[in-house]
């Protein structure tokens, strides 16, 4: 058998819309499909203002923009994450202050946040890792009590909730992936939400060159002009359109993945393994949209050699997040704190192949590899 990683899921509907864009003919940014996938969100999460970007990346690059960060403005959050994260507020010269993981999931620690805090302090920014929420009432109350805005990087997060709520919906601004490994996918691409009323009008501008173009396209301004920095933040119509296609198909994609993650769960369960792997563990104020399965092992020896016995069956697992404070561009600028929990993740955080049409034989098969290595590798008989 072989088993990928990633396989990019089709919900058939993609060809009909991109020729659909390509008939009304208009293919540069913010034409209909573009406003119908940011409305299809406005409705679905109550929300004021969406924007599609080209990536997740860019919708974080906004949002150091939208916090108006200057260099020595500090900005605190999680080591174990993607590079972008970090990226978007470096770019504009903020200090980066990186706080360690819990002890027992991936998210940012809500405790070990405020002993980061200085008087320059300006933002926290959040990464609801896998899908699923950080303590986000703790990080809020900490937020208001120091006058901090809240950026959540909910590039893994959509559909999921913290007590009900969407994720990427709390904080001022959420930024979410529609990169070709996540959930909904149009290849490259992503939006910025954002919930803080006051920024809707600036936000809008940002996206389109600095321009009021928006406001020019709705007919509210007789002309359009560079009235604030900006840059080009819009995807084209295509990307939109393929979008569309999978948003048309949210719900099935979205269940589908939640039942691949409980198999997985139970599955692994049943295997027996709990004395040698760590299961995922989803608090009770999350609920996770089935974005990705990891497990985590004793030591980083045992990771590297679990990666290899799979490779070697045919199956893809990978790791990932070298914690950004031990990275080779940061390090030097790390304050020297140890996150031990974070590097933990680095070295012990394994994540199996996760896609649409994963079948219960490939995920048999891949759990079945799993105890067949800890059988050959452990002294210990699994129970
Ligand atoms: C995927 C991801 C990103 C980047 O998304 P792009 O759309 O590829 O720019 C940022 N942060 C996290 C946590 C991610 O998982």
Same mark, same amino acid.
């Given at each position: 058998?072989?088993?990928?990683?990633?396989?990019?899921?089709?919900?058939?509907?993609?060809?009909?819309? @991109?020729?659909?864009?390509?008939?009304?003919?208009?293919?540069?940014?913010?034409?209909?499909?573009?406003?119908?996938?940011?409305?299809?969100?406005?409705?679905?999460?109550?929300?004021?203002?969406?924007? #599609?970007?080209?990536?997740?990346?860019?919708?974080?690059?906004?949002?150091? #923009? @939208?916090?108006?960060?200057?260099?020595?403005?500090?900005?605190?959050?999680?080591?174990?994450? /993607? &590079?972008?994260?970090?990226?978007?507020?470096?770019?504009?010269?903020?200090?980066?202050? /990186? $706080?360690?993981?819990?002890?027992?999931?991936?998210?940012?620690?809500?405790?070990?946040?405020?002993?980061?805090?200085?008087?320059?302090?300006?933002?926290?920014?959040? &990464?609801?890792?896998?899908?699923?929420?950080?303590?986000?009432?703790?990080?809020?109350?900490?937020?208001?009590?120091?006058?901090?805005? *809240? &950026?959540?990087?909910?590039?893994?997060?959509?559909?999921?909730?913290?007590?009900?709520?969407?994720?990427?919906?709390?904080?001022?601004?959420?930024?979410?992936?529609?990169?070709?490994?996540?959930?909904?996918?149009?290849?490259?691409?992503?939006?910025?939400? *954002?919930?803080?009323?006051?920024?809707?009008?600036?936000?809008?501008?940002?996206?389109?060159?600095?321009?009021?173009?928006?406001?020019? $396209?709705?007919?509210? &301004?007789?002309?359009?002009?560079?009235?604030?920095?900006?840059?080009?933040?819009?995807?084209?119509?295509?990307?939109?359109?393929? =979008?569309?296609?999978?948003?048309?198909?949210?719900?099935?994609?979205?269940?589908?993945?939640?039942?691949?993650?409980?198999?997985?769960?139970?599955? @692994?369960?049943?295997?027996?393994?709990?004395?040698?792997?760590?299961?995922?563990?989803?608090?009770?104020?999350?609920?996770?949209?089935?974005?990705?399965?990891?497990?985590?092992?004793?030591?980083?020896?045992?990771?590297?050699?679990?990666?290899?016995? =799979?490779?070697?069956?045919?199956?893809?697992?990978?790791?990932?997040?070298?914690?950004?404070?031990?990275?080779?561009?940061?390090?030097?600028?790390?304050?020297?704190?140890?996150?031990?929990?974070?590097?933990?993740?680095?070295?012990? =955080? @394994?994540?199996?192949?996760?896609?649409?049409?994963?079948?219960?034989?490939?995920?048999?098969?891949? *759990?079945?590899?799993?105890?067949?290595? /800890?059988?050959?590798?452990?002294?210990?008989?699994?129970?």
């Amino acid at each position: 058998m072989k088993i990928p990683f990633n396989k990019p899921h089709f919900t058939g509907r993609e060809v009909y819309h @991109l020729s659909q864009a390509a008939v009304v003919g208009k293919l540069s940014g913010n034409g209909s499909y573009t406003r119908q996938c940011q409305q299809f969100f406005e409705q679905r999460y109550s929300i004021g203002k969406v924007l #599609l970007t080209t990536s997740c990346s860019d919708a974080l690059e906004m949002s150091a #923009l @939208l916090c108006d960060i200057n260099p020595g403005d500090e900005v605190i959050m999680p080591s174990y994450t /993607f &590079v972008s994260t970090a990226n978007a507020f470096a770019l504009r010269g903020a200090t980066i202050h /990186f $706080a360690d993981s819990m002890e027992d999931n991936p998210n940012i620690d809500a405790e070990k946040i405020e002993a980061l805090i200085t008087p320059k302090a300006k933002v926290i920014v959040v &990464v609801h890792y896998g899908g699923v929420a950080c303590d986000m009432d703790g990080i809020m109350e900490i937020a208001s009590r120091y006058n901090l805005i *809240v &950026v959540e990087d909910a590039a893994q997060g959509l559909e999921a909730t913290y007590k009900g709520r969407k994720l990427g919906t709390i904080g001022s601004f959420g930024t979410f992936s529609f990169h070709e490994t996540k959930n909904i996918t149009s290849g490259e691409g992503g939006m910025i939400v *954002v919930n803080d009323p006051s920024k809707v009008n600036q936000a809008e501008i940002m996206w389109e060159k600095g321009t009021n173009r928006a406001a020019f $396209a709705r007919g509210e &301004v007789e002309k359009y002009e560079w009235v604030a920095l900006g840059s080009s933040f819009l995807p084209n119509e295509l990307t939109a359109a393929f =979008l569309y296609a999978q948003l048309e198909h949210i719900d099935d994609i979205q269940q589908k993945r939640l039942q691949i993650w409980d198999s997985y769960y139970t599955k @692994l369960v049943n295997a027996g393994l709990s004395k040698y792997i760590a299961l995922p563990v989803v608090p009770d104020y999350a609920q996770h949209n089935g974005h990705l399965f990891y497990i985590t092992v004793h030591s980083k020896e045992v990771r590297d050699s679990l990666l290899n016995y =799979l490779q070697d069956k045919g199956i893809n697992a990978v790791f990932h997040y070298l914690s950004l404070h031990n990275s080779p561009y940061f390090g030097s600028k790390h304050d020297g704190r140890m996150l031990p929990n974070a590097e933990r993740y680095s070295s012990t =955080l @394994l994540r199996l192949p996760f896609y649409y049409s994963l079948t219960e034989e490939e995920i048999d098969y891949i *759990v079945g590899n799993i105890r067949d290595f /800890f059988i050959q590798h452990s002294p210990e008989q699994p129970k």
